[in-house]
């Protein structure tokens, strides 16, 4: 089951995003309604999704197996619906399972928009979550802020160096961990530039 909502662009569908949020959150996050409308507006079928766990119940952790397989049901259904390409958004929890699901199979997505990625929990550097990284054939754009716990921008610089994919990093000054909407216009532009190189 996917439980979300789609957001239609004027023209006929070519290209779609599916867009979920962190550990904490749910596909109602300001972001990612931000993000939706902005990519709708820009010509991209969106669909922002709750991930199976939040589907389950209203608070409570994560099921990583269960929502990497959700995630694989949002990219499914948004070709079901005539998208020719389909990308994957995520939102710090969001972004890490769908890069690793990316990192299991790279046909699922064209590319990848990994928001505000948790490197490590805040204050363990010393405990990465890349192991993945270097079987990441999936290019990936990252938008990441500078006053996030989760990573600083050198720590994460130099652990998306072991992506062998194309890769990007975008720097929100000022930012902390879960990127504000008003952002949204910004990150949009930028990897619709990003996945039309």
């Not at 996050?29 to 010509?43: E, M």
């Not at 269960?66 to 049901?73: C, F, H, K, P």
């Not at 994460?156 to 992506?163: D, F, H, N, Y």
Request: hydrophobic share 45%; proline share 9%; net charge positive.
């Amino acid at each position: 089951m996917i439980r979300g909502v789609l957001h239609q662009p004027a023209a006929s569908i070519d290209a779609a995003i599916a867009i979920t949020h962190g550990a904490s959150g749910n596909c109602n996050a300001p972001l990612l309604v931000a993000l939706a409308d902005a990519f709708a507006d820009a010509g991209m079928l969106a669909l922002r999704y709750d991930l199976p766990y939040r589907q389950q119940r209203p608070s409570g952790p994560p099921s990583p197996a269960r929502d990497r397989e959700g995630i694989r049901r949002a990219a499914a259904a948004l070709r079901q619906l005539g998208a020719q390409r389909v990308f994957l958004c995520g939102s710090s929890y969001g972004g890490r399972q769908s890069s690793m699901l990316a990192a299991e199979d790279s046909n699922v997505a064209r590319a990848l928009l990994l928001l505000s990625y948790p490197l490590h929990l805040p204050g363990k550097p010393e405990k990465p979550r890349t192991d993945h990284f270097p079987n990441l054939e999936t290019p990936a754009m990252f938008a990441h802020g500078t006053r996030d716990a989760f990573g600083s921008i050198d720590e994460l610089r130099g652990a998306i160096a072991a992506i062998p994919a194309r890769h990007q990093l975008e720097i929100a000054e000022g930012a902390p961990h879960g990127l504000p909407a008003k952002l949204a216009p910004w990150i949009v532009s930028r990897f619709v530039e990003f996945v039309a190189r």
